[in-house]
């Protein structure tokens, strides 16, 4: 049986009557820059995250983009974020002329370790990404403690974690912005790019409506320069339909990687990481032993909307051997991320100082392996990807 990573036909075809309803009905408004359904869009984000603001964008690289220069961060300053992320987190930093300063990840959330980013904070640190990553919230108490101990602002890159909350609070609406993403493959997929702002503080979010609209205001005068970074009628009334089927999305998913844990952990040579050695590397590879593959963990605290569910295959080489053999039997699987932001080649001009230290976010990017998780997927299918799991294991 074929088992894709993603099928986001299987989501959106089910729709496809109400869907097109909403486009025919946006068709006919004529409306196709900002407007009603854009507005409508950005008050419905802004609740569900529990933020006071929403501000629509072209997609989650802008929203970081925009939320950096809402926050004046520019040339000579430094901005502290993960070097286990997706590459808009620090290409963002750098388009401003800000200086991307790489930290640390925790081996078992994978989240950015804050005691790291506390040694790399110096005086020309002006601000910190924190990633949740996967779908499930960073270490938010002790990021906003280091910020407030240092003067940061606090930009929270949920490109992968609209609805996951920390400690009861939706991540992107604990920092000075939250930024997401609702490209086609995140958990709220939208039909091309997309993104959203979110803050609680009322001259942050007018700065950041301005600067999305060229810096104008009002139209035809510009104070300062901005960039178009609106979010299209269309694309916020499509996303709309699936925001009302969103909670049920999520709980496929949880229920999916439940499902996962549990199989996987009755397999010899699997176990799970360990949650109470959060970003203690040495404890963590301690209590793993000679395990394997390693199960994501879940905190107490968080709740986990599993945009990835990813392993880590321990053993050098291990991990491409895994997946070559899902490859095989046309399982579906992908490398979030192959490279850490330190190792890339357009930041090896970077001053050593913010590359230095990051040893298990280099051990994460050699083992880790994502498989499907998606809402849609059966439990048909996700046996069909334990047996082959199962299968490696025993060769191995």
């Known amino acids: 049986m074929k088992v894709p990573l993603l099928d986001v036909n299987a989501q959106n075809l089910p729709l496809e009557e109400e869907l097109t309803a909403t486009f025919t009905r946006v068709l006919h408004s004529g409306r196709f ?20 603001h929403g501000i629509g964008v072209t997609s989650g690289t802008d929203a970081i983009l925009l939320a950096l220069m809402a926050l004046d961060i520019g040339p000579g300053d430094e901005v502290l974020c993960p070097t286990f992320t997706f590459f808009a987190t620090a290409g963002c930093i750098a388009r401003t002329g800000a200086t991307p300063v790489f930290v640390d990840a925790c081996p078992v959330c994978f989240n950015i370790d804050v005691d790291d980013a506390a040694r790399k904070v110096t005086t020309k640190t002006k601000a910190i990404i924190p990633v949740h990553l996967f779908g499930q919230s960073a270490e938010m108490d002790a990021v906003m403690a280091l910020a407030s101990e240092h003067d940061l602002r606090v930009i929270e890159d949920g490109a992968q974690a609209i609805g996951s909350r920390y400690r009861g609070r939706g991540c992107g609406s604990i920092g000075d912005f939250g930024t997401f993403s609702f ?3 995140k958990n709220l997929g939208g039909f091309g790019d997309g993104g959203m702002v979110v803050c609680n503080d009322e001259s942050l979010a007018e700065r950041a409506r301005i600067l999305r609209m060229h810096g104008s205001q009002p139209k035809y005068y510009h ?24 909670d049920a999305y999520t709980r496929a998913r949880q229920e999916n990687a439940a499902y996962y844990s549990e199989r ?21 590879e301690e209590a793993l032993g000679e395990a394997a593959l390693v199960l994501p963990a879940r905190y107490g605290h968080n709740e986990h909307i599993w945009n990835q569910f990813t392993l880590r295959v321990r053993g050098e080489g291990r991990r491409d051997l895994l997946r070559q053999h899902l490859a095989d039997r046309e399982i579906g699987c992908e490398i979030y991320y192959p490279l850490t932001m330190d190792q890339q080649a357009c930041f090896a001009d970077l001053p050593e100082s913010s590359r230095l230290g990051n040893d298990v976010a280099h051990q994460l990017a050699s083992e880790v392996l994502s498989i499907p998780v998606y809402p849609e997927l059966t439990r048909e299918m996700q046996d069909v990807v334990v047996a082959a799991v199962a299968e490696f294991l025993a060769v191995d």
């Open 223 to 246: 104070r300062e320069v901005g960039g178009n970074f609106r979010l299209d009628p269309l694309q916020a009334a499509l996303l709309r339909v699936k925001m009302r089927h969103y």
């Open 33 to 52: 820059i900002m407007g009603p359904e854009v507005e409508a869009m950005e008050r419905e984000v802004a609740e569900f995250v529990g933020a006071r």
């Open 183 to 185: 490209f086609p493959s």
């Open 264 to 284: 996987l952990s009755e397999l010899e040579g699997v176990v799970s990481a360990v949650p109470e050695h959060c970003c203690c590397a040495s404890a963590q």
